[in-house]
């Protein structure tokens, strides 16, 4: 048995996308600023995707740039803004973003910019009366991720987006882990950032969705691709995988069902928690606790078992350090430490009570050895 539950570390590629991709990679391989018929066809192949894209986001052709994946699209966003807009020294972000952003704004600060990371409640969402306060004259962007991948919470984005455009301020998100999953609405966002393996296309392919008219440079020099934004001789064949992949059916419906069963299974266990909001959350994302046990041992006997799921902040898991996701939202150390990520996809349906089983069965053998022993009448519930 082998139950893939990691969907938002990556994707498997879908068939059909990777019959796509191959066909570019043997048949259609030139470069696409190569001005013969080898470059034209993959110049034909890169304007259908992106054609493709734009028809399926609802923009121009011109407001997308490719790049190598979420990444890159996120550091483009902050620092070609930051570049072009010098006089604008001030960037505000959430607590909960992914170190493409948080890494990103911590280098800014060394280069005399002011970032305020702004705190986000129990369930994950952040304050955007926070938001509202902290924006100034000197204020460049406002960059907020769409849905959070480790708790999977949907940022209340458009509000956000309509404060940043009434003072004139530049929203960015982060859409890696919503963007085919949750609508996100252009109508008030400037940028946003998109990755292809999160969605059944190859790693190494995003893009950057830039709205026309915003002011930002290119952060590499080089050949000027992508309307000078973007150098680098265009990834063909990832580009054309990942528009092929927007036709790939996500069975969102069937996919929720499963995942309801399995959160009510799994909160039958004695010292179980879900963490993040139960109702703002993308519909593939379980994040649980059990109190008192090792996250890590429990993934490790779950592998044993094929069913396979990420443990704290899964994008550097093995950096094994505790998620500062789950500190933020207030989760208590004990159960910080007891906690999995299960991202589903199509694997879970049909196997809801095999993972329910498996977790139940080494949760309780973790417990056994654990100096930290629940006791249920010290908490009325267990909390959702
Ligand atoms: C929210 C978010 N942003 C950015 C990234 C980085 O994307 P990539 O792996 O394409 O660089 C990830 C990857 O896990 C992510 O979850």
Do not use: W
């Amino acid at each position: 048995m082998e139950i893939y539950l990691d969907n938002s570390a990556t994707t498997k590629v879908d068939t059909e996308v990777a019959k796509k991709v191959q066909e570019v990679f043997v048949d259609k391989y030139g470069n696409a600023s190569s001005l013969h018929s080898v470059g034209n066809e993959a110049k034909e192949e890169l304007k259908k995707a992106r054609e493709r894209i734009a028809e399926f986001i609802g923009c121009s052709e011109s407001e997308i740039v490719f790049t190598s994946g979420g990444t890159e699209s996120n550091n483009l966003a902050l620092r070609g803004l930051a570049k072009a807009n010098l006089n604008k020294k001030h960037i505000i972000t959430s607590v909960i973003e992914h170190p493409s952003v948080l890494e990103t704004c911590r280098d800014l600060e060394k280069d005399g910019y002011k970032v305020d990371y702004i705190e986000v409640n129990s369930e994950g969402i952040v304050d955007i009366k926070k938001i509202e306060e902290k924006i100034s004259e000197n204020t460049l962007v406002v960059s907020v991720m769409h849905v959070n991948n480790e708790i999977g919470t949907i940022q209340p984005v458009k509000e956000i987006g309509e404060i940043c455009k009434k003072a004139k301020v530049y929203f960015h998100t982060d859409a890696v882990q919503g963007f085919t999953k949750v609508d996100l609405g252009l109508k008030n966002v400037d940028l946003f950032s998109v990755s292809g393996h999160k969605f059944h296309a190859p790693k190494g392919v995003g893009f950057l969705y830039v709205k026309n008219g915003t002011k930002i440079s290119a952060i590499m020099t080089g050949g000027g691709q992508e309307n000078e934004l973007r150098s680098g001789t265009e990834n063909v064949p990832g580009i054309v995988g990942l528009a092929t992949a927007l036709d790939v059916d996500n069975n969102e419906n069937v996919i929720k069902k499963s995942r309801d069963k399995i959160t009510e299974g799994l909160l039958k266990i004695p010292g179980t928690k879900i963490n993040g909001s139960l109702e703002n959350r993308v519909y593939h994302n379980i994040n649980v606790s059990f109190y008192g046990i090792e996250g890590e041992s429990l993934m490790l006997m779950l592998n044993k078992d094929g069913v396979y799921v990420s443990t704290g902040s899964a994008c550097a898991s093995t950096k094994l350090k505790e998620s500062y996701v789950l500190k933020a939202i207030g989760v208590d150390d004990l159960y910080i430490h007891g906690s999995l990520r299960l991202t589903l996809g199509n694997d879970v349906v049909g196997n809801e009570d095999y993972i329910i089983e498996s977790i139940k069965k080494n949760v309780n053998k973790l417990k056994e050895i654990s100096p930290f022993k629940f006791e249920e009448d010290k908490e009325v519930e267990n909390e959702k």
